[in-house]
C-alpha cells in the first residue's frame, strides 16, 4: 500500500518520518525478540520512510545537503600534503 504524503506540510512529513522510524525499530526489535505476523511489514515502512525522505528532500529541507554540495571538494591525500609544504 502506497501512502500518498504529496498534500502533507513539511512538518507534518518530518513527524511522519520520525513516527514510522520509531514504527520501524519496533518490528525490528520485535522481529529479534519474537515473532512477527507480517514479515513484508518491515518492508513495506522502510519503503513509507524512503518516500518520505525523498519528499522531504524534493521540499528543500537539507539545508546541510545543499551546504555540502556547494562547498568545494577537498583534493586528495596528496593535494593537502602539497598545499601543507607551500
Known amino acids: 500500500m502506497k501512502n500518498s504524503f504529496k498534500e502533507l506540510k513539511l512538518d507534518e512529513l518530518v513527524a511522519k518520518r520520525a513516527e514510522l522510524r520509531k514504527k520501524y525499530f519496533d518490528l525490528r526489535f520485535k522481529k529479534v525478540v519474537e515473532h512477527l505476523e507480517n514479515p ?3 518492508r513495506v515502512v522502510r519503503r513509507q520512510i524512503a518516500r ?5 528532500g524534493s521540499a528543500g529541507a537539507a539545508p546541510a545537503a ?3 554540495a556547494a562547498e568545494p571538494k577537498a583534493k586528495g ?3 593537502a600534503r602539497a598545499a601543507a609544504k607551500k
Do not use: H, K, S
Open 66 to 68: 545543499a551546504e555540502a
Open 40 to 42: 513484508l511489514q518491515l
Open 77 to 79: 591525500a596528496r593535494g
Open 52 to 56: 518520505l525522505e525523498t519528499r522531504i
